[in-house]
C-alpha cells in the first residue's frame, strides 16, 4: 500500500487540490472519502465536480450533497461522474439496486462514507481520509494499491510542494 498525507489550511486550499484531481480522472477511477461530518468531504466533491464540468466545456452545475438521494450523477466529456454519499445508508444491501457495481467500472467516481460498501468494492480505489486539524485545517491522508494511481497524484499532488505540505510514506 502507499501513502500520502497532504496538509490544507483552509476550505480554498481544499477546492485547490480538487480541482487538480479534475483533469486526471476517467472512467473506473473511484474515489473514496471518509471522515467525520463537517471534514471537507463535500466540498472536495462539489469542486472536482465543478471544474471538471468547466474543464469539459460543459455547463457547470449546481451540485448539492446526495445525502438523501444517495447518488447524484454528472455528465463529463468522457463518462458520467457518479457522487455517491452512503451516510444514511445502514447496510450495503440497501446499495445494490444502484448499479455501483457498473459505475465503479464506466464511470468516476467519487464516494462520500465509503465503510458502507464491504465487499461491494474491492481495492482498486483511491481511499482519501479527511482528518479536522483546526478550525479550517484539514489533514487529507490518501492511500492505494493499484499502482494506476502513482501517475495521477504525481500530477495532483506530489508536484505542487509550493502549495501543499505532505509526507509520502510508501509501504
Not at 445525502?67 to 444514511?88: K, M, N, P
Not at 462520500?112 to 479527511?130: H, N
Request: charged share 25%; with cysteine.
Amino acid at each position: 500500500m502507499k501513502k500520502i498525507a497532504v496538509d490544507v489550511e483552509s476550505e480554498s486550499s481544499c477546492r485547490e487540490l480538487a480541482r487538480k484531481f479534475a483533469p486526471c480522472l476517467n472512467a473506473g477511477h473511484v474515489l473514496l472519502l471518509s471522515g467525520p461530518l463537517g471534514a471537507g468531504k463535500s466540498v472536495f466533491c462539489r469542486e472536482l465536480i465543478q471544474s471538471r464540468q468547466a474543464l469539459d466545456g460543459l455547463p457547470v452545475e449546481d451540485v448539492p450533497s446526495p445525502t438523501f438521494t444517495l447518488v447524484q450523477t454528472y455528465e463529463i466529456a468522457s463518462c458520467s461522474l457518479l457522487h455517491g454519499d452512503f451516510y444514511r445508508v445502514d447496510c450495503a444491501s440497501e446499495l445494490v439496486e444502484l448499479g455501483l457495481e457498473d459505475a465503479f467500472r464506466t464511470s468516476v467516481c467519487l464516494i462520500e462514507w465509503p465503510e458502507i460498501l464491504g465487499d461491494l468494492y474491492g481495492k482498486g480505489g483511491l481511499s482519501l481520509r479527511f482528518t479536522v486539524t483546526g478550525d479550517c485545517s484539514r489533514r487529507i491522508s490518501l492511500e492505494w494499491h493499484d499502482s494506476g494511481w502513482d501517475g495521477i497524484l504525481d500530477r495532483a499532488v506530489c508536484h505542487q510542494r509550493h502549495e501543499f505540505r505532505h509526507e509520502l510514506a510508501r509501504a
